[in-house]
């Protein structure tokens, strides 16, 4: 099991009100970044896996797949700045996946407000970027709200699929 940083919170929603409260990419917002990304895949997995309709278990898994790309470009981020890359956790060692996610059903509702999620995911990361002096983790970091941004058109596809049928 990969530990916390120092000072960590326990829970992933408790990581997300830190990361989203952040204006700056520092090494500890960095850190819990790659945790979060990471555990992304794993959740979106948790949802296609409730879904019946193919079209949409697609759309989340590669969401799902895109948020362990971001872990890895984070962790990239921070080896640019610090000189060691800050490893991406297996989902068996993530700490925050080691307690059982809610589960909440997976209905269009939640795919379009999770959608929303997702676009202000873009705007954190552009801001991050806009804080960052260097340039090469500023394009990591926007390269990364790029994808939150067709994340969130993903979601809304999503929703729009399971409204359907």
């Known amino acids: 099991m990969q530990t916390l940083p120092d000072g960590a919170p326990a829970t992933l929603g408790e ?14 917002v960095l850190q819990l ?18 879904v019946a309709l193919p ?17 890895h470009r984070v962790s990239r981020a921070i080896g640019k700045l610090t000189g060691s890359d800050y490893p991406v956790p297996a989902p068996e060692d993530n ?15 939640m795919l379009a407000a999770l959608a929303q999620t997702e676009f202000n995911g873009d705007a954190l990361y552009e801001n991050w970027a806009r804080n960052c002096p260097n340039p090469d983790v500023a394009a990591l970091l926007r390269q990364n709200g790029r994808e939150e941004t067709e994340h969130g058109q993903r979601l809304q596809q999503a929703a729009e699929l399971m409204r359907a049928g």
Do not use: C, W
């Not at 996946?97 to 269009?108: E, I, W």
């Open 15 to 28: 990581a997300f009100a830190i990361i989203n409260a952040a204006t700056h990419p520092t090494l500890d």
């Open 95 to 109: 700490p925050y996946l080691a307690a059982p996610a809610s589960s909440r059903p997976v209905t269009a509702d």
């Open 33 to 50: 970044m790659v945790l979060a990304e990471a555990a992304g895949k794993t959740l979106y997995e948790g949802m296609a896996d409730q």
């Open 55 to 71: 079209a949409v278990q697609a759309l989340l898994r590669h969401n799902g797949r895109e948020e362990l790309a971001h872990a």
